[in-house]
Nanobody
Framework: QLQLEDSGGGLVQPGGSLRLSCAAS???????IAWFRQAPGKEREWVSC???????EYTAPVKGRFTISYDREKKTWSLQMNNLKPEDSAVYSC???????????????????WGQGTQVTVSS
């Protein structure tokens, strides 16, 4: 398992932007890297991922608004979130899949390294 540290959450008005960041300690290589979120009373939801071959995927509600980027040499990745909506409010966590895959697993059970989570609140 890797040590992950995520950051960048906060309070923002609807339509605003935030940038989340995650940094890994340990051998990241080309393992899939992802972002999940969990709102109060809801199950953890997969948001976005970069697979081992560099393919980026997004859950439908965030397509066109969120952008995942990464730097594998620096072992960091980010989630740029634009045009935020109240329904985007959640605790966001970065995660790493221990297996090399040219696709993104969307279930949390496939990821074994997790950040502590950062709160994103979208409210006026």
């Amino acid at each position: 398992q890797l040590q992950l540290e995520d950051s960048g959450g906060g309070l923002v008005q609807p339509g605003g932007s935030l940038r989340l960041s995650c940094a890994a300690s340990g051998p990241l290589d080309s393992r899939p890297i992802a972002w999940f979120r969990q709102a109060p009373g809801k199950e953890r939801e997969w948001v976005s991922c970069v697979s081992s071959d560099g393919t980026k995927e997004y859950t439908a509600p965030v397509k066109g608004r969120f952008t995942i980027s990464y730097d594998r040499e620096k072992k960091t990745w980010s989630l740029q979130m634009n045009n935020l909506k109240p329904e985007d409010s959640a605790v966001y966590s970065c995660a790493v899949d221990p297996r090399y895959r040219d696709y993104c697993e969307q279930e949390a059970k496939y990821y074994d390294s997790w950040g502590q989570g950062t709160q994103v609140t979208v409210s006026s």
